[in-house]
């Protein structure tokens, strides 16, 4: 075998550097970790399914980027969200789960997209989802918004908002207009609103509608203020119709009990122009925006759905979820020199030894260790500036030099590498020192 | 849509209950904590890579277990190990890596094996390789067993042996004897002593072999006592052949540096009858059993290579690395009730409220979260009986009761569910007592 062969990743596959790894790994626990706070299970599917049962709810779009084959007898498919093997989990599972069921998944999901930058045909998802057996508590939807805003605060974030809707106040509104028909084109146009402003979704709202309809909608979509404004006015539209006042209900209620769950309310909105797809919500919707960067779109998104796993089983299981796309979003995050990996390093410290010696050094590693630091001993055959290079690299901030003076004298010489500091001091002090640090 | 499509997870794919699922990512983040550790970057290749880079060195076996699909005009395949993807990334990303390279990768691996009870044809490896470029040290076959040493011990186990050997002191003397074209059908046959004993695998090689040289051969494979011993019969042994002596001195080298690395010498030992593979590696090679489950198979296995990338490139990378087959040690370690995830919980606490007023759950929620506890809020209409039922089913520990008097006296019930010992006591006492259990 002479020729080789060219070792390529497939476009559209996300494959990071180890210093942006690091930063990626840090958002996924930093995610995982505040799931967990709020007592979700994990769960962790598996990445093939039987075709049959993966495809059960979908159609169209989805299921031509569905990656699909077989192997012997079998019909497989790639998952390509973590919904709906979580229908699939709670209604094999059912006897043996408690109601309601909280848990959170992150994984990769694969759709085979069309490759484009800042797009991907394998992702993650980061869901959390709570599922009720019958009914599920208005509550849990108050709940839900706590979870989006600790997680982006614990990731570092202060200036986002998080937009909340509810679908039933939108049908309602329809229906007391008589135009539930008509309800997906006039949401597909309304959705533009942040696109092509409200004279054109206006313009294109009356070229389907009668004038006075449009009126009321356009009503609607530019009450304005803030949140307890915004639920007068809706009150104020005197909306005679029942769903439309269970929509405003649960909104109230929703608010609320965000409130108790302490969110900040310069941190969620009511926004009454979000839709979120057509037929899977049922509820409330949410969907969350960083203040600066509008136009990254939603980073963190999901609601109320009635019915879980209706493909599935006759039981009624309603649910209240959202999921972060985290590879998108680190991509954009990256994109936009709002994070930046430059000084992620794994290693606390680099163990470097002038001698032949590595009793002191690998007694040092166990010490950090033990304080439950990371630390590498570099035990290569290299000269002392090839070995510092080597530190740079990996962008570690502290070296710890060990020559013969050092173990003669039972200390340690410490550098700096982003100042340049060096110390010889004991042990003790530098674990002191890096800890801190 | 009237027929409802029955969910069914694929046979031969692992999908656990919340409390497994519970203690299996306990294990794994405390693998990866190890192996954090010691300075290993952390990688996360793509699932899905191009069949034709994918299966550069495969061959027989694996290349019909491979799950291989076409999307498109792709040819591509799932990844089989965590191996090749390194040697792929190493030579894609070769100029901005530092070597030597030190990653673990843990993630899930595909081979379309039959199933059978506790072979999984998804599968989760979690693996520890150092890459050199050109050449690597033999002291980091020494820090290997350190890694695997402190991972089990993490995991809780004491009782294991790494057992160490050297390919080249069997290829050494294999051509001692001349027997270099026979080496594999010898080393197919020894590796069979754990189970035929040593008399059936003698018997074997005469089959084969001249009498005189299976002499050396059993002389060599029944070496015994401890270390220092198995060191010193090899060095009586005389066997005048190149390869052989520097197997040894490796060897040598290397029980050296383990033990200045800390394994206790209860822990590891010299094996000379494994040899792991036939083609892949080509120095140092591990198997790790617990002791009292030697039937249980090598727990972690993994060695030294010449030449990681040369299907990719010509540039020499010699690496050394080990592997565990996650999925199947926790199906084993249950299998045999050697863990239990009969009492795994995610939450530290359930607070159940008796009114409609949740201010108080939720500022006690805050307060148990900001000292980065579990705590989940039961917000659902329920009856207490039922409260305590789900509290019990989550294997929760302790549980908050919350009524009328409770927000009065500004204090909380705290129940133990695993006691039954009930008490009303201030917040930060109740904190106090979760902290500690």
């Known amino acids: 075998m002479k020729g080789k062969i060219q070792p390529k990743t497939l476009p559209g596959f996300m494959e990071l550097l180890p210093n942006e790894q690091i930063l990626f790994n840090k958002m996924k626990e930093t995610i995982q970790r505040t799931y967990e706070q709020y007592g979700f299970l994990p769960l962790d599917t598996p990445i093939i399914e039987d075709a049959k049962v993966l495809l059960a709810k979908a159609g169209g779009e989805t299921e031509k980027q569905i990656y699909r084959f077989e192997k012997g007898e079998n019909d497989l498919a790639l998952r390509f969200d973590l919904t709906v093997p979580l229908a699939k989990y709670v209604t094999e599972y059912y006897d043996k789960l408690s109601f309601p069921f909280k848990r959170y998944q992150i994984g990769k999901v694969y759709r085979g997209e069309k490759p484009q930058r800042g797009r991907y045909r394998e992702f993650y998802q980061c869901d959390v989802d709570i599922i009720g057996d019958g009914k599920l508590s208005i509550i849990n939807d108050a709940e ?9 605060k614990n990731l570092g974030f202060d200036e986002f908002t998080i937009c909340i809707n509810n679908r039933k106040i ?6 007391s207009l008589k135009l539930e028909n008509e309800s997906s084109e006039i949401l597909r146009i309304i959705d533009k609103i942040d696109k092509i402003g409200s004279e054109e979704v206006k313009k294109e709202l009356i070229n389907n509608i009668e004038n006075e309809k449009v009126e009321t909608i356009m009503q609607f979509i530019s009450i304005d203020g803030n949140n307890n404004n915004k639920i007068k006015a809706l ?23 965000i409130r108790i769950f302490g969110v900040p309310e310069e941190n969620f909105k009511i926004d009454l122009t979000i839709a979120r797809g057509l037929d899977y919500y049922t509820g409330t919707v949410y969907e969350t925006f960083l203040n600066k960067y509008r136009n990254l779109g939603s980073i963190c998104s999901g609601g109320r759905y009635d ?8 039981r009624k299981m309603p649910g209240v979820g959202i999921s972060i796309g985290l590879s998108r979003l680190f991509f ?8 930046t990996a430059e000084n992620q390093s794994i290693s606390n410290v680099l163990i470097v030894s002038m001698t032949d010696n590595y009793d002191m050094c690998a007694d040092i590693a166990r010490n950090f260790r033990d304080e439950n630091l990371n630390v590498q001993i570099n035990i290569e055959e290299q000269k002392l500036g090839k070995k510092f290079k080597y530190a740079d690299k990996l962008n570690v901030k502290y070296v710890i030099i060990i020559g013969e003076d050092e173990i003669k004298d039972n200390v340690i010489t410490l550098k700096n590498m982003y100042t340049g500091e060096q110390q010889t001091i004991k042990l003790e002090d530098a674990i002191k020192i890096i800890k801190e640090n």
């Open 332 to 339: 954009q995050l990256i994109d936009n020199n709002i994070i």
């Open 235 to 257: 009150e104020d539209m005197k909306i005679e119709n029942e769903i439309f006042q269970e929509g405003l209900d649960e909104l109230k209620q929703i608010i609320k009990f």
């Open 307 to 314: 019915n879980l796993a209706e493909y599935y089983t006759d």
């Open 170 to 175: 939108l049908n309602g509104l329809f229906l």
């Open 144 to 152: 839900i918004p706590a979870i989006i805003y600790n997680t982006f």
